[in-house]
């Protein structure tokens, strides 16, 4: 992974599981991601808005294609507010504010756009993306699950 604006080469940890058996492979993909709450953008001054990281999972189900981890990955971070990066310098989070700032999204969301882009991307078997926020103002997660 290369960040955004100063260009250093950088290693994103994800999750990767992978599961066989004698009628069916499924794999599942865990990766982090940021979401901007739309509703905590529209009600604040001064252009703060409520962030937090997210996990996204996304497994599928009876694949039988190749399949990269990277377009995985990358469905992940298309389908949020804004990809997560292990390592930022100051220039790369002014950049990383501002997209999730441009692109707010709630789980709910997020869920939505990375069950269209597994169909459109990835494959058109069975899958389930979950979308769940490490919440940093409220007392609880929110997530949201779909499948197809």
Partial sequence: MITPVTKKKCRLP?????FASDCDKILEVKVPVT???PYSKEISEGGGAHNQRAIVTIRLLGIEDWIWIED??????????????PLLKRE???FVT???YA???????????????VQDKLQNGDFFVRVES???????NAFAELSG
Avoid: Y
């Avoid at 995985?72 to 990066?85: F, K, T």
């Avoid at 490490?134 to 609880?140: C, L, P, R, V, Y």
């Fill in 14 to 18: 994800v999750e990767v599981m992978f």
């Fill in 35 to 37: 979401t901007l709450c």
């Fill in 72 to 85: 995985i990955v990358n469905v992940a971070q298309n389908g949020a507010s804004c990809p997560v990066w």
């Fill in 92 to 94: 790369d989070e002014k």
């Fill in 98 to 100: 501002e997209q999730a």
């Fill in 103 to 117: 692109n707010p999204k709630f789980v709910e969301d997020a869920a939505r756009d990375i069950k269209q882009l």
């Fill in 134 to 140: 490490e919440e940093s103002i409220h007392a609880h």
